[in-house]
T-cell receptor, first 112, second 113 residues
């Protein structure tokens, strides 16, 4: 049974460029979450998808951040016009509705 | 201010020794508390889940305690192994169906031979 997978594992980009981060949740999990983990900080909630409901985007730090979930499965987190403060590890998790979350390995984003 | 505070921020112990990590929280109401282990380059993995009525729960060499009155939890690692080197994250859930978790910043444990 595959767990949550994320790609790429590492991404280095220049300031001002757009990046897309991908998350493949565990099959059958209806809920999907994106978090940001900065050095020395706790995980920061970004966005939550549950089935066909409208996503909770309350954690997105600015309008440069957006996320989609297509077909109730794969999700893409997009950061436009990246800034150096966007450098962090972006973690995705999935779960059955509001049950225990299973985390992916994360994408380490470095903005130079 | 973070609602989940962990201490120490980091610690180094010799293989075979024990250590205890602390977690204090102000999250309210309280449903349950979880300890996660995060290896370098990996996502967090759940070690224990404790509800309001549970005081102690063990998972192998990991033992978690919870005092819901003082809002404190600890994670004790017994007879540490090199593979215990990781970040340990305390997570508090406000309600049983609440998807927004409150995360501590973690304690980084380094076990040396």
């Amino acid at each position: 049974g595959a767990g949550v997978s994320q790609s790429p594992s590492n991404k280095v980009t220049e300031k001002g460029k757009d990046v897309e981060l991908r998350c493949d949740p565990i099959s059958g999990h209806t809920a999907l979450y994106w978090y940001r983990q900065s050095l020395g900080q706790g995980l920061e909630f970004l966005i939550y998808f549950q089935g066909n409901s409208a996503p909770d985007k309350s954690g997105l730090p600015s309008d440069r951040f957006s996320a989609e979930r297509t077909g109730g499965s794969v999700s893409t987190l997009t950061i436009q016009r990246t800034q150096q403060e966007d450098s962090a590890v972006y973690l995705c998790a999935s779960s059955r509705r509001n049950y225990e979350q299973y985390f992916g390995p994360g994408t380490r984003l470095t903005v130079t | 201010k973070n609602q989940v505070e962990q201490s120490p921020q980091s610690l180094i112990i010799l293989e075979g020794k024990n250590c205890t990590l602390q977690c204090n929280y102000t999250v309210s109401p309280f449903s349950n508390l979880r300890w996660y282990k995060q290896d370098t380059g990996r996502g967090p993995v759940s070690l224990t889940i404790m509800t309001f009525s549970e005081n102690t729960k063990s998972n192998g060499r990991y033992t978690a305690t919870l005092d819901a009155d003082t809002k404190q939890s600890s994670l004790h690692i017994t007879a540490s192994q090199l593979s215990d080197s990781a970040s340990y994250i305390c997570v508090v859930i406000r309600r049983s169906n609440d998807y927004k978790l409150s995360f501590g910043a973690g304690t980084t444990v380094t076990v040396r031979a």
